[in-house]
């Protein structure tokens, strides 16, 4: 099936909202990884969704040019060609821009949208955008958010904003605060509700912040607190008349539990960002096939080597479905599994 339509895409979020259950957002920097995604979705009968990081992008343009904007566009077009023969509907979206980078990157993409898609009656190729304010004031970070919102509603996507701050490294970007900064506050959704209202000014989802970390973590070494996602939900829907108000999402689920995760989908995530544990399973069976096949990707000693074992496919079949592997298990701890529209 293809990428999802804005009308799909929307109600992707619904579906996940209604059933309780949330969609993998895979992180990706190539087409390999991309592909991995997708066949993991496939496997675990899925719909979900595939994104991409500043860092990402850049490195999609080629790690010598570093452009951002052509890197994200290239990958969008690379997934709607392909998306066609996978039998599941993915969204495609851009994951962390910061303050600093949304001039060169989200700001340039929405505009690039709307004079070459949009505004010739074609469908924008990226269903949704993430601005990453977590790291200004929060009311700077509403009143970008407003703008950007009258934007993505123009371009038919989704917003996506975060209100808090989520711990630890991302794409070269480390948030190091004062741990009660990681959760976020009813006051928080309260004024998010307020600056952007609840769906009537245009669709947004929410990263609110409970403990999350980004970067690699055992099970058990994080502290998340879920039950605050509730405690914003009650006090926003209280003030509004609306029950579960928000469309959450989780950052940061390296080192969560299952239970903690499947709390947060209960109380109103429906995406939760996946990279660094896909990251890992994308390069492990690169690492055992060089270890096993040490003097078939090698030409040691003068000889020839066996080309069977350093062609890329060969390593490259095996990350990919290692990768896929990892999303299913995603799909199955975020209960999306079975649930392709």
Not at 96 to 122: F, S
Not at 305 to 316: A, C, E, T
Request: with cysteine; proline share 4%; glycine share 10%.
């Amino acid at each position: 099936m293809p990428v999802a339509t804005p009308e799909q895409f929307n109600e992707m979020i619904d579906r996940a909202k209604e059933g309780k259950f949330a969609y993998p957002a895979i992180n990706v920097s190539s087409s390999q990884t991309a592909i991995a995604a997708l066949q993991g979705f496939v496997e675990a009968e899925s719909d979900g969704i595939i994104q991409v990081s500043v860092g990402g992008a850049e490195y999609l343009s080629g790690s010598t040019v570093k452009n951002r904007v052509r890197g994200s566009i290239a990958l969008a077009k690379f997934i709607h060609e392909v998306a066609e023969d996978y039998n599941i509907t993915v969204g495609v979206h851009t994951d962390h821009c910061a303050k600093e980078n949304l001039p060169t990157w989200v700001e340039p993409l929405i505009e690039w949208e709307l004079n070459e898609r949009v505004n010739k009656g074609l469908n924008p190729l990226f269903t949704s955008h993430m601005w990453d304010g977590s790291a200004v004031p929060v009311d700077e970070n509403l009143e970008i958010a407003k703008r950007l919102l009258e934007k993505t509603v123009e371009a038919k996507k989704v917003l996506e904003i975060e209100v808090g701050v989520v711990g630890g490294e991302e794409d070269g970007y480390s948030a190091d605060v004062d741990e009660s900064k990681l959760f976020s506050t009813p006051e928080d959704g309260l004024k998010t509700a307020e600056a952007l209202g609840l769906g009537e000014n245009g669709r947004y989802i929410t990263a609110l912040t409970f403990g999350n970390v980004h970067g690699v973590y055992k099970p058990g070494n994080v502290r998340l607190t879920p039950s605050i996602l509730l405690d914003i939900q009650k006090a926003v829907g209280e003030k509004y008349g609306k029950d579960m108000p928000f469309d959450l999402v989780m950052h940061g689920g390296s080192g969560s539990t299952l239970e903690e995760i499947q709390e947060a989908v209960d109380n109103g995530v429906i995406k939760m960002n996946v990279d660094t544990d896909t990251q890992y399973a994308f390069s492990r069976p690169v690492a055992g096939h060089m270890l096993e096949n040490y003097e078939g990707v090698l030409k040691i000693d003068g000889e020839v080597g066996n080309k069977k074992m350093y062609d890329p496919r060969s390593w490259g079949k095996k990350a990919e479905a290692g990768m896929a592997k990892r999303v299913v298990e995603a799909c199955e701890n975020l209960r999306s599994a079975g649930h392709k529209m």
